[in-house]
């Protein structure tokens, strides 16, 4: 599962997720990606499941490039724990994900594959995504 070797501080606040994707918003690498219409965090978990996903369904065809990566410590506190105490344990990893992002791209299969491929990892996300193409126009979510 993806998660930073080491970081600067082991926990962080929330932060705001406002504005679309300013950079990471077309494909650059392969011919089709899935593209985020919603902001939110993705887990490692899903980020892995949908990866898994692509590959299966491509039946190791071509290649798989992931754009995004979870770097976001997100914290829980136990169950039924009483208030106070400081702040909870790293729970799980997340990536930040604005509108417009790019998550995965893949590239070198047929473009009934490609979208196949891609449909299956957009049900293992917690945020919206489409298909979209290298040729076609890749704007912000709506």
Do not use: C, H
Not at 37 to 52: I, K, T
Not at 54 to 83: C, L, N, Y
């Amino acid at each position: 599962m993806l998660m930073p070797k080491r970081v600067k501080y082991r926990k962080q606040m929330r932060g705001r997720m406002r504005g679309k994707a300013q950079r990471g918003n077309e494909v650059q690498f392969g011919e089709f990606g899935l593209q985020s219409l919603e902001p939110g965090w993705v887990s490692a978990r899903q980020l892995e499941a949908a990866r898994r996903a692509i590959v299966r369904a491509a039946r190791r065809r071509g290649r798989v490039w992931i754009r995004v990566f979870p770097d976001k410590p997100i914290t829980q506190r136990a169950a039924e724990s009483r208030m106070g105490k400081g702040k909870g344990a790293v729970e799980y990893w997340a990536a930040v994900i604005k509108p417009g992002r790019m998550l995965f791209e893949v590239g070198g299969m047929p473009e009934e594959i490609a979208r196949e491929a891609l449909t299956r990892a957009k049900y293992k996300l917690s945020v919206r995504t489409k298909i979209v193409g290298a040729y076609e126009r890749a704007g912000g979510g709506s």
